[in-house]
């Protein structure tokens, strides 16, 4: 079955820039998308279609794509952001698109 | 303004069932694709089942045959029917919109908004 593979952790001072990679084969023909999840809250959308921007959503939020491997990218890293944060993708391989997520990153703002 | 409430989670003694309810306000369940998605404690998300607006309904493999989706187009709910439960099936139990969209080079799917979740524990 198909698998995204995200790092279980990523820590960095505040001011600083995270980065969160997301792995899978099929992301060179799947969109990605990325959820943060501050504890005991649902889900949130942060990046659709690799690097689309919900409204909302502040601008220090970005994602690329390159081959096999998308990143989530958090430029100038504040407190509020410290949280799990899982990307998500799909597998056309079947009759319908299964969902897929990755493992989830948890971001420690040191 | 766009949101989602769930409700039905409890405690269920294994083999037991409950359904889930999630009432949607600010769109109309019925026009968009409808999505449950769990969390077991401490676990990452896991997708569950789809209906789209059309009514099919797909299936995660670890719950087919046991989970039924639906909805009630008039009380703009969605449900999630769930027998035959299991200890592995404890988890928080979140509905989401889910926006496909595959007419284009690279299909198009996402959940946004979520509810909140609603706890279900299946323990004797």
């Known amino acids: 079955s198909y698998e995204l593979t995200q790092p279980p952790s990523v820590s960095v001072s505040p001011g600083q820039t995270a980065r969160i990679t997301c792995s899978g084969d099929?992301?060179?023909?799947?969109?990605a998308y990325w959820y943060q999840q501050k504890p005991g809250q649902a889900p949130v959308l942060v990046i659709y279609?690799?690097?689309e921007r919900p409204s909302g959503i502040p601008e220090r939020f970005s994602g690329s794509s390159s081959g096999t491997t998308v990143t989530l990218t958090i430029s100038g890293v504040q407190a509020e952001d410290e949280a799990d944060y899982y990307c998500?993708?799909?597998?056309?391989?079947?009759?319908?698109?299964?969902?897929?997520f990755g493992g989830g990153t948890k971001l420690t703002v040191l | 303004e766009v949101q989602l409430v769930e409700s039905g989670g409890g405690l269920v003694q294994p083999g037991g069932s409950l359904r889930l309810s999630c009432a949607a306000s600010?769109?109309?369940?019925?026009?968009?694709?409808m999505s449950w998605v769990r969390q077991a404690p401490g676990k990452g998300l896991e997708w569950v089942s789809v209906?789209?607006?059309?009514?099919?309904?797909y299936y995660a493999d670890s719950v087919k045959g046991r989970f039924t989706i639906s909805r009630d187009n008039s009380k703009n709910t969605l449900y999630l029917q769930m027998n035959s439960l299991r200890a592995e099936d404890t988890a928080v139990y979140y509905c989401?919109?889910?926006?496909?969209?595959?007419?284009?080079?690279?299909?198009?799917?996402?959940?946004?908004?979520w509810g909140q979740g609603t706890l279900v524990t299946v323990s004797s």
């Open positions: 099929a992301l060179p023909k799947q969109y």
């Open positions: 600010g769109f109309t369940v019925s026009s968009n694709y």
């Open positions: 989401a919109r889910y926006y496909y969209d595959s007419s284009g080079l690279r299909p198009l799917n996402w959940f946004d908004p």
């Open positions: 209906i789209y607006s059309g009514g099919s309904t």
């Open positions: 279609k690799d690097s």
């Open positions: 998500q993708s799909a597998d056309s391989s079947g009759t319908y698109p299964r969902v897929v």
